[in-house]
């Protein structure tokens, strides 16, 4: 499944829409004795061919995989020759394992072989669904993700596999110049994974990942977040004149997790006083099951902010308080003296100066701020870009932001 730009802007972010994380979903897929969970999962739908007789046409940039190799019926080709490509939600599931790589295609309930002997008596079933959708007035976010419900994962049932003996070596490679994570086959022919990664560094945490240690801090990420990290800088230096802008995030919509010693509040609720707004509920889904899991929260669509401290008298606590209080249309800017959380002033209801365009809820001085980082994180590919804000009391909160997290990236690099 590719990124979808249009869900970044420079201004604000939206992930709601997205499916539920490939890693989360292929743990519970994990069947065989001894197989753990994945390396890494990822989502792959539109599938291109580099094969004598299957040379595509389309832009390799496009595909979320390149099956290649020197003749027809290779290893590759006779791996994914019965996956048609489809359009639309996350219906190719690949997980790397330490013993195989296996595909799972979605299907509804019943499997892939259940589905055409209900086609004849789905027909009713399907009518009452309609009736039931027009009825139902929440809003749907994607392909599946409905206000008020958890995020849920997709039904997927095995389709194929090729065994770790088959597998001769993974490597970042380039195809027309884009990086790709390089699966090699002991016969020469091999698979090409984009799969909604730009940037080298993003195939280079998934090559870390595939031989146990994945790098922590990426550096500048592709040249598509590039624009929108120098246009949310204006803003902010709009927005706080005669302040030294070194980090901009997004307004990101989404709720905050939070770790507070061994209480795992997902979603968090404030725990401290909170300003007045008004602003409308936001009508979003609720986070997935799997979210009160260990490190589930990484691959939930909902959960945009992530908090972890050992008391709730914590800097990253504060922020979380907010950022969940007003749903995510706080930003936070980091200056050269400060770290601060700035809403529209039209949405608190007791503004200090209702003239200014941005108010700040919360500061915190900088020199309560040990450090900012950009990291990625998760077993899912892509890999999910966060801003990273270590504080001084020890407390660490964490922002997925792309934006934020290109800043932080190249922050002193000019």
Same mark, same amino acid.
């Given at each position: 499944?590719? /990124? +979808?730009?249009?869900?970044?802007?420079?201004?604000?972010?939206?992930?709601?829409?997205?499916?539920?994380?490939?890693?989360?979903?292929?743990?519970?897929?994990?069947?065989?004795?001894?197989?753990?969970?994945?390396? #890494?999962?990822?989502?792959?739908?539109?599938?291109?061919?580099?094969?004598?007789?299957?040379?595509?046409?389309?832009?390799?940039?496009?595909?979320?995989?390149?099956? #290649?190799? !020197?003749? $027809?019926?290779?290893?590759?080709?006779?791996?994914?020759?019965? *996956?048609?490509?489809?359009?639309?939600?996350?219906?190719?599931?690949? =997980?790397?394992?330490?013993?195989?790589?296996?595909?799972? &295609?979605?299907?509804?309930?019943?499997?892939?072989?259940?589905?055409?002997?209900?086609?004849? +008596?789905?027909?009713?079933? $399907?009518?009452?669904?309609?009736?039931?959708?027009?009825?139902?007035?929440?809003?749907?976010?994607?392909?599946?993700? *409905?206000?008020?419900?958890? =995020?849920?994962?997709? !039904?997927?049932?095995?389709?194929?596999?090729?065994?770790?003996?088959? %597998?001769?070596?993974?490597?970042?490679?380039?195809?027309?110049?884009?990086? =790709?994570?390089?699966?090699?086959?002991?016969?020469?022919?091999?698979?090409?994974?984009?799969?909604?990664?730009?940037?080298?560094?993003?195939?280079?945490?998934?090559?870390?990942?595939?031989?146990?240690?994945?790098?922590?801090?990426?550096?500048?990420?592709?040249?598509?977040?590039?624009?929108?990290?120098?246009?949310?800088?204006?803003?902010?230096?709009?927005?706080?004149?005669?302040?030294?802008?070194?980090?901009?995030?997004?307004?990101?919509?989404?709720?905050?997790?939070?770790?507070?010693?061994?209480?795992?509040? /997902?979603?968090?609720?404030?725990?401290?006083?909170?300003?007045?707004?008004?602003?409308?509920?936001?009508?979003?889904?609720?986070?997935? /099951?799997?979210?009160?899991?260990?490190?589930? #929260? $990484?691959?939930?669509?909902? %959960?945009?902010? #992530?908090?972890?401290?050992?008391?709730?008298?914590?800097?990253?606590?504060?922020?979380?308080?907010?950022?969940?209080?007003?749903?995510?249309?706080?930003?936070?800017? $980091? &200056?050269?003296?400060?770290? @601060?959380?700035?809403?529209?002033?039209?949405?608190?209801?007791?503004?200090?100066?209702?003239?200014?365009? =941005?108010?700040? /809820?919360?500061? *915190?001085?900088?020199?309560? *701020?040990?450090?900012? &980082?950009?990291?990625?994180?998760?077993?899912?590919?892509?890999?999910?870009?966060?801003?990273?804000?270590?504080?001084?009391?020890?407390? @660490?909160?964490?922002?997925?932001?792309? %934006?934020?997290?290109?800043?932080?990236? @190249?922050?002193? !690099?000019?």
């Amino acid at each position: 499944m590719r /990124v +979808s730009i249009g869900a970044v802007r420079a201004d604000a972010t939206e992930f709601l829409a997205d499916p539920l994380g490939p890693a989360t979903v292929a743990r519970s897929l994990m069947d065989q004795p001894g197989e753990g969970g994945p390396v #890494w999962a990822a989502y792959a739908d539109k599938h291109l061919f580099d094969l004598p007789g299957l040379h595509h046409h389309d832009d390799d940039k496009s595909a979320d995989l390149i099956v #290649w190799g !020197k003749a $027809l019926d290779c290893l590759a080709h006779r791996y994914v020759r019965t *996956v048609s490509s489809l359009s639309g939600g996350p219906h190719r599931l690949y =997980v790397l394992t330490r013993q195989r790589l296996a595909l799972y &295609t979605r299907t509804e309930p019943g499997g892939f072989l259940a589905r055409a002997a209900r086609v004849g +008596s789905g027909i009713m079933a $399907l009518g009452k669904d309609l009736a039931e959708r027009v009825a139902d007035r929440r809003k749907l976010w994607g392909l599946g993700n *409905v206000e008020g419900e958890p =995020v849920a994962p997709p !039904k997927m049932e095995p389709l194929a596999e090729i065994r770790c003996g088959q %597998i001769a070596g993974f490597e970042v490679a380039e195809r027309a110049a884009a990086p =790709v994570l390089r699966l090699r086959l002991v016969d020469g022919s091999g698979l090409d994974f984009l799969v909604g990664m730009t940037d080298r560094d993003e195939c280079e945490y998934a090559l870390g990942l595939t031989n146990g240690a994945p790098p922590l801090r990426p550096g500048a990420r592709g040249d598509w977040a590039a624009k929108l990290a120098r246009e949310a800088l204006e803003q902010a230096t709009v927005l706080l004149p005669g302040a030294e802008i070194l980090v901009a995030a997004t307004a990101n919509a989404g709720y905050v997790g939070a770790q507070l010693g061994r209480e795992l509040r /997902v979603p968090h609720t404030p725990l401290g006083r909170m300003p007045g707004l008004n602003l409308p509920p936001a009508r979003w889904p609720l986070p997935a /099951v799997t979210s009160q899991g260990p490190d589930g #929260w $990484l691959d939930d669509p909902t %959960i945009a902010y #992530w908090a972890q401290a050992d008391r709730a008298d914590r800097d990253a606590v504060a922020v979380a308080d907010l950022l969940a209080h007003t749903a995510g249309a706080a930003r936070l800017v $980091l &200056t050269r003296d400060r770290l @601060t959380l700035i809403v529209a002033t039209a949405s608190l209801t007791d503004p200090p100066d209702p003239t200014r365009p =941005v108010t700040s /809820v919360l500061d *915190v001085p900088a020199a309560r *701020v040990r450090r900012v &980082t950009a990291e990625l994180a998760g077993r899912s590919l892509p890999p999910k870009p966060w801003l990273r804000v270590d504080f001084t009391d020890g407390s @660490t909160l964490r922002l997925r932001d792309p %934006i934020a997290a290109r800043h932080a990236a @190249t922050m002193g !690099k000019g």
